[in-house]
């Protein structure tokens, strides 16, 4: 049996669509649903039972889980750069991937979780999933401390060769409609254009770059996911891996693409960013991938010309769910 949290949700849905076409059916989602559409992600998607994540959670900690778990695919976390309520995020974020992989090692089960490109902070220190550099690094918000206290439990412990953590970077692809200011920028520039004919891009506030000129490791979700479910079949490999393209693209570029894909021109509006933000804004990411390519990893990794137009063209313009 394959637990994957937060499997309604954005990457959770996407990568269960692909366990899927592998030849997977006995999996275990886990979320929580409330009254947003994100069910919706489920339809057409093949699973024995859902869970909701506290009623998992408890059994998990209590040791009463009536199931026998091959692997955790963990993908489930608040995700928003804004949270600013900390004891939650510590709870949601670190508290539970700690119990999670406290169940399945003594049980030989398989654990896969999501870390994030967050971690990385501004990039003083690279962008480099190196697991002796960790220390270093200093997230620029609550998110990223989250993620980043799981990485450095791991080390400190030294489990991190018995897990798979996965970094991933700016991901964007279907099923991501429901997450509301977490969606990516292709979701939301898409909307804009098709209801004003322009894209808002924040101004820069660094010499360095001009506006719409920061950049971004922006990866296709089924990139990400087909990066994940690697590790899911090659059981030999552990660590921290990112998850991204290795190349960096601007703003611009991304937001080109759209236009390209919808044959429209470009036209993009450069606005002030929210104060709030200054401080937390990352103006460069880019993963260094030699090392999830040093364990064999072989597979062409979309550019985002060829990814967003697969987005929009088969997803959004159909208004589209993955699994359909």
């Not at 898409?190 to 101004?203: C, H, P, Y």
Request: charged share 30%; with cysteine.
């Amino acid at each position: 049996m394959i637990v994957v949290t937060g499997g309604a949700g954005f990457i959770g849905s996407v990568a269960i669509w692909r366990l899927n076409q592998l030849g997977y059916d006995k999996i275990i989602v886990v979320d929580e649903l409330r009254s947003k559409e994100k069910w919706k992600n489920l339809n057409g998607l093949k699973f024995v039972d859902i869970y909701h994540k506290k009623e998992f959670y408890e059994q998990i900690v209590q040791e009463r889980l009536p199931l026998s778990i091959d692997a955790i695919i963990h993908l489930g976390a608040c995700s928003a750069t804004t949270e600013r309520d900390a004891d939650y995020l510590v709870q949601n974020n670190y508290r539970y991937s700690l119990e999670l992989v406290k169940y399945c090692l003594p049980r030989r089960a398989r654990f896969i979780y999501a870390s994030s490109a967050a971690t990385y902070g501004g990039g003083e220190f690279g962008y480099d999933d190196n697991e002796e550099e960790l220390e270093k690094l200093r997230p620029l918000n609550m998110y990223g401390y989250s993620k980043h206290l799981f990485d450095l439990w791991l080390r400190t412990n030294h489990l991190s060769n018995k897990v798979v953590g996965l970094k991933y970077f700016n991901v964007y692809g279907p099923n991501e409609y429901h997450k509301g200011d977490m969606r990516s920028v292709v979701h939301k520039a898409f909307e804009q254009i098709r209801d004003t004919g322009k894209v808002t891009l924040f101004k820069s506030y660094k010499d360095e770059y001009k506006d719409g000129e920061q950049k971004r490791d922006f990866i296709y979700v089924k990139d990400a996911v087909d990066m994940t479910l690697y590790f899911l079949e090659h059981r030999e490999k552990s660590g921290l891996f990112n998850v991204g393209t290795g190349q960096a693209r601007t703003w611009n570029d991304l937001v080109s693409a759209i236009f390209t894909s919808l044959n429209k021109p470009v036209n993009i509006e450069y606005v002030d960013m929210p104060e709030e933000l200054h401080g937390k804004y990352q103006y460069f990411t880019e993963a260094k991938m030699d090392k999830i390519r040093e364990t064999g990893y072989e597979k062409e990794i979309s550019s985002i010309e060829k990814g967003v137009d697969d987005y929009i063209k088969n997803y959004l313009l159909k208004d589209q769910f993955i699994a359909y």
